[in-house]
Nanobody
Framework: QVQVVESGGGLVQPGGSLRLSCAAS????????LGWYRQAPGKQRELVAS?????????NYADSVKGRFTISSDNAKNTVYMQMNSLKNEDTDVYYC???????????????WGQGTKVTVSS
């Protein structure tokens, strides 16, 4: 199995910064993409940023975070980060990490989710 663990959430004032981290471990054969999603109560989970593996090949951002958030990854550590700058009140959400991986060459790709980390932007 694959485990995904996020960290780095917390309380920050508007205009501040946070860095989220997500580490995947377990029976990983290969990873095709890593991404961050967020979800507010009563709303659908939405994509914030994603990147393909290896890092730098491709990255996608939600329009609402372009220019403020940066996603990066460390292939050797199966880890993805998201630097969040110029945070706004509306960035308050639970942020989830998703890793698309397979546990063997002959197995299908599966989505593995972390438990989420809370980000609160408030003065």
């Amino acid at each position: 199995q694959v485990q995904v663990v996020e960290s780095g959430g917390g309380l920050v004032q508007p205009g501040g910064s946070l860095r989220l981290s997500c580490a995947a471990s377990g029976s990983i054969f290969s990873i095709s993409s890593l991404g961050w999603y967020r979800q507010a109560p009563g709303k659908q989970r939405e994509l914030v940023a994603s990147t393909t593996n290896p890092s730098g090949v491709s990255a996608n951002y939600a329009d609402s975070v372009k220019g403020r958030f940066t996603i990066s990854s460390d292939n050797a550590k199966n880890t993805v980060y998201m630097q969040m700058n110029s945070l706004k009140n509306e960035d308050t959400d639970v942020y989830y990490c998703k890793v698309v991986a397979r546990t063997a060459a002959w197995r299908i790709w599966n989505d593995y989710w972390g438990q989420g980390t809370k980000v609160t932007v408030s003065s």
